[in-house]
């Protein structure tokens, strides 16, 4: 009778035999980018090409933007559903990589800060208004916006003033307050007429 060979038992190995170690090392150069780092630089251009779908089209025209880039700008305005929006950022954001954004960005916070400037120069004209309106004699508020701005009508501002008064406690609209408002801008402008352009 023939012998039969022995089976070994396949799942132990000999002792001599180790188990591969993976071991994962980073890239020795320099030009070593973590994903974690990618993902933020593509959250960031994404960030800037939402900025420039919510711009209106003669700003977004100002840029000068690749033609390519403009064109997906401009579909992403175009579109409406979510999904579609949020895929159209994604393919603004990989068409921005091969972009210099950096004088994207720096537009974009010029317009930005004036756009800021302009709301606190508004607010400030609120305030004045709001003063004129509430202080019952107004002499040292007309004594102030006199000296601030020489050249305004101070009949118009006290009629003015008078009319909304009495418009406010007789929970009327406000036309005279809106016209005080505009006559505040408008003194405002002349001392600043340097702000009106872009």
Same mark, same amino acid.
């Given at each position: ?7 070994q ?14 071991s ?7 030009d070593?980018? /973590?994903?974690?780092? %990618?993902k933020?630089e ?9 900025k420039?779908?919510? %711009?209106?089209?003669?700003? %977004?025209?100002k ?19 979510n ?13 921005? *990589?091969?972009?210099d ?8 916070? *010029? ?12 607010h ?6 709001? *003063? ?6 107004? /002499? ?14 101070i ?6 003033s ?5 418009e406010?406690l ?5 036309? /005279?307050s809106?016209?005080?408002f505009?006559?505040? *801008?408008?003194? /405002?402008?002349?001392k600043?007429?340097?702000?009106l352009g872009?």
């Amino acid at each position: 009778m023939p012998e039969k060979p022995i089976k070994q038992d396949k799942s132990s190995k000999p002792a001599t035999e180790k188990s591969p170690v993976k071991s994962w090392h980073a890239p020795a150069d320099d030009d070593f980018v /973590s994903k974690t780092q %990618l993902k933020a630089e593509a959250d960031a251009q994404q960030a800037i090409g939402k900025k420039l779908i919510d %711009l209106p089209k003669d700003r %977004l025209t100002k840029l000068m933007l690749p033609e390519a880039l403009f064109e997906a700008v401009v579909e992403a305005k175009r579109l409406t559903a979510n999904g579609a929006i949020r895929r159209q950022l994604q393919y603004i954001g990989r068409l921005m *990589r091969d972009t210099d954004t950096a004088p994207i960005v720096e537009q974009l916070s *010029r317009w930005e800060g004036k756009h800021n400037e302009e709301n606190a120069r508004f607010h400030l004209l609120e305030r004045w208004r709001d *003063r004129l309106i509430n202080d019952a004699t107004g /002499s040292t508020v007309l004594q102030e916006l006199v000296a601030l701005y020489p050249h305004i009508e101070i009949q118009q501002l006290r009629t003015l003033s008078r009319n909304a008064q009495k418009e406010a406690l007789a929970n009327k609209p406000p036309k /005279s307050s809106r016209e005080l408002f505009k006559l505040l *801008r408008e003194a /405002s402008e002349a001392k600043h007429p340097e702000d009106l352009g872009e």
